[in-house]
Structure formats: structure tokens, C-alpha cells
């Protein structure tokens, strides 16, 4: 069964930067769409952006659309997630998730969830 873990986590100032990871292990990842989602307090799990087997298509949401952007390296089973001009609002516990088939924006397309990592940006 796959297994997905996120790092890159962590505290950082509004404006700054971050980069989150997520490993992939147990299955063939080349194969896998991969998906971050983001959960704040309170709120509900929504969807951040996407990005198929091969890296040449991918997907944002409209509130991240040019401050982040997603990519993969198949050659070592990693997804990332490039986050720029962090705001206050993108304080949350960030997940990767992995899709057997599909790729989408509902966490019903996804097979695989890693434990989540938190970002919080200050103001």
C-alpha cells in the first residue's frame, strides 16, 4: 500500500516562502496524480493544486493561482509544492495525496493521504 510523506513545514513570515515535500513510497509513483490540499481551523479540507504522472499538466486553485505552483521528480518519488508571498490565510495543515486514476480537484479522485504537515504564516 502507498505511503506518503510531507516535510517543509513550518513558521514563516507574511511575504516569505516555503517549500513543502511529500515522498512517496510502496507503489510506482510515476504512475500516481498528485494533489495538495490545505485544512485551516475550523474549515473544511480544500483543494490547492494538482499535477498529473508526467508533471505536464497541473492545476491551481484560484486563490493560490501565481504564488504557487506544484512539481514533481518521478526519479525520486517526490512531489513538491513552491509557495511564494505567503499570506496570513495560507496558515493551515498542508496533505498530499496521491490518485490511482484521474486527477481532479475532489478528494474523492485520491487513493493516498500522507499525515499532513503545518504551515503557518504571521503577520
Known amino acids: 500500500q502507498g505511503q506518503l510523506v510531507e516535510s517543509g513545514g513550518g513558521l514563516v513570515q507574511a511575504g516569505g516562502s516555503l517549500r513543502l515535500s511529500c515522498v512517496a513510497s510502496?507503489?510506482?509513483?510515476?504512475?500516481?496524480?498528485m494533489g495538495w490540499f490545505r485544512q485551516a481551523p475550523g474549515k473544511e479540507r480544500e483543494f490547492v493544486a494538482a499535477?498529473?504522472?508526467?508533471?505536464?499538466?497541473?492545476y491551481n486553485t484560484d486563490v493560490v493561482k501565481g504564488r504557487f505552483t506544484v512539481s514533481r521528480d518521478n526519479a525520486k518519488n517526490t512531489v513538491y509544492l513552491q509557495m511564494n508571498s505567503l499570506k496570513p490565510d495560507d496558515t493551515a495543515v498542508y496533505y498530499c495525496?496521491?490518485?490511482?486514476?484521474?486527477?481532479?480537484?475532489?478528494?474523492?479522485?485520491?487513493?493516498?493521504w500522507g499525515q499532513g504537515t503545518q504551515v503557518t504564516v504571521s503577520s
Open positions: 495525496a496521491g490518485a490511482l486514476t484521474g486527477l481532479g480537484r475532489s478528494e474523492r479522485v485520491y487513493n493516498y
Open positions: 510502496g507503489r510506482t509513483f510515476s504512475s500516481l496524480s
Open positions: 499535477i498529473n504522472w508526467s508533471g505536464l499538466k497541473t
